[in-house]
Every structure is written in C-alpha cells, then in structure tokens.
C-alpha cells in the first residue's frame, strides 16, 4: 500500500482511522462501549455493519465468556441476530473461541483505499446522464426507485432507516443522483466526509444503465468531492465474492488496505 507522500498515518493508524469514519459515516440507533468492544444495534436495518459487535483493540480480551453473552444479551433484547464483525483489530483469542464454538464465518469484504489526488471532473454535458448532488430525501427516493445494493436495502422500512441513519451523520454527507435526459433516476451513490478521509457508500446503477461508464462516473464525483474539501485518502468497503465492482475499483486507482468478515453462532 503507497500512502500519501508527506502524510502522518502508517498502515496501522490507517486502519484504525478508517474503522472509526465508518462508524462516524454509517451511525447506528443504539450503542453500547465496553471498553474497546463497540455493540452497534439498527433494529430494521439489514446492514451487518450497523447490527454487530465490533472491537477495536486486539488487546482487549479481559473475560472473553462474560462480555460475550452481554453483547449478545443485547441483541436479543433487539430482536436483532447477532454478528460480531472480525477486524484486524479483533482479539485473536475471540477469534479462535469462534472456531472453536462452530460459529459460521461469512460476509468476507474488501476495505479498499486511494489517495484523491485527481482532476475536479470536467462539467455536465447537455445530453448526457448528468450526475448531481441533490438533497437526501431526493437521493432516497433515486435509491428505492433504481433497486439500491440488493433488493432487502430497498424495503421502505431499510429506505426510512437508511434515511434516519444518514441525516445522523456528524460529518459532511454528499449525495449524488445520476439522472437521464428524462430526469429519472438512474444512479446513485454517497459521499461521507471525516476529517481527511472520504468514505464512498452504496453506489448503485439501475440495471439499464449498467456497462456504460457510469458507476465509474458516481465514483470519481465522490473522489472530486473529498478532494476539493482536502480530504487525503478515500476508502469503500466491497464483498468478496462481488467481482464486477472490484474489477472496476482496481481500474480507478484503489487497492486493498485490509479485510473483514462476520462471524454468526450456530443459534
């Protein structure tokens, strides 16, 4: 991984920052800290990431067994199944008591990072899919309409607490719409700045405009956005298994900083 010349982070401190914009750039609805584990609850909300227990020192091992079953007594309380979402930055030690519990390992995703050291983009064209930043309630209804990420995204229990999520957000939010010569909604993606990073979440193509160059486009405008407000790296998150999207991410500059995954007890 080439970092920013110049730029104060090593891979380390890298990593632990982004694990905090993502929790700053994708609030959950309920939050519990012990310590360095972190529960995050979004009852309603299909995302892992927002309904999972995440641990940010993998020094933190003090009574694995208790603190365990209180995370989870948590998500019980919820309704929410549980998920402890494994990290770098997870205790070893948990780890292996997962392996050695039977827990399913699943979801394994891609953190990916670029500096955003580009050209602002050239200005819309008459005639052209236009790609502009509009207001979130605009932006939700571009994502519902064009079917999101997947379809559970999508639901209008997953749209309101989407919506909910990101108007919690502390930092700047940027949302993008792609829209045709007729105006409808063909394109969405979001922009999250903290402080020197930009996060890129939940781009999206209706499947007619798909193989034209336009998830690239939603791309490099949220990589233009961090740029202009002095933002250093940009980062996203993509599945293992979701190679279209990695084919095109490695094609705009970005490479793998680290991986994640979930781990889901057999009960």
């Known amino acids: 991984?080439?970092?920013?010349?110049?730029?104060?982070?090593?891979?380390?401190?890298?990593?632990?920052?982004?694990?905090?914009?993502?929790?700053?750039?994708?609030?959950?609805?309920?939050?519990?800290?012990?310590?360095?584990?972190?529960?995050?609850?979004?009852?309603?909300?299909?995302?892992?990431?927002?309904?999972?227990?995440?641990?940010?020192?993998?020094?933190?091992?003090?009574?694995?067994?208790?603190?365990?079953?209180?995370?989870?007594?948590?998500?019980?309380?919820?309704?929410?199944?549980?998920?402890?979402?494994?990290?770098?930055?997870?205790?070893?030690?948990?780890?292996?008591r997962c392996d050695g519990c039977g827990w399913a390992r699943e979801g394994e995703t891609l953190v990916l990072l670029r500096s955003t050291d580009r050209v602002a983009s050239a200005p819309e064209r008459a005639g052209e899919v236009s790609v502009l930043v509009e207001p979130l309630k605009n932006w939700l209804t571009g994502f519902a309409e064009i079917g999101g990420t997947r379809p559970e995204a999508v639901t209008p229990e997953a749209v309101n607490r989407l919506g909910r999520a990101l108007s919690r957000v502390a930092g700047e939010v940027i949302a993008f719409i792609a829209r045709d010569e007729a105006g409808r909604p063909v394109g969405t993606a979001i922009a999250t700045i903290d402080r020197d990073l930009v996060g890129i979440y939940d781009v999206a193509v209706a499947p007619a405009a798909r193989r034209r160059g336009l998830g690239a486009r939603l791309v490099e405008k949220c990589l233009d956005a961090g740029s202009v407000r002095g933002c250093a790296y940009s980062w996203l998150q993509v599945t293992a298994e979701n190679e279209p999207a990695r084919r095109l991410y490695g094609k705009l500059g970005f490479s793998g900083l680290y991986t994640y995954h979930y781990r889901r007890p057999p009960d």
């Open 1 to 96: 991984m080439n970092l920013a010349a110049g730029h104060p982070y090593d891979e380390a401190m890298l990593l632990r920052r982004i694990e905090e914009a993502n929790f700053n750039g994708f609030p959950s609805e309920i939050v519990h800290m012990d310590g360095a584990w972190v529960t995050r609850l979004a009852p309603g909300n299909p995302a892992r990431r927002v309904n999972s227990l995440n641990i940010f020192d993998p020094e933190d091992t003090a009574d694995l067994d208790g603190r365990l079953d209180h995370a989870r007594s948590l998500f019980q309380r919820e309704g929410v199944p549980f998920h402890l979402r494994s990290t770098p930055l997870t205790p070893t030690a948990l780890g292996e």
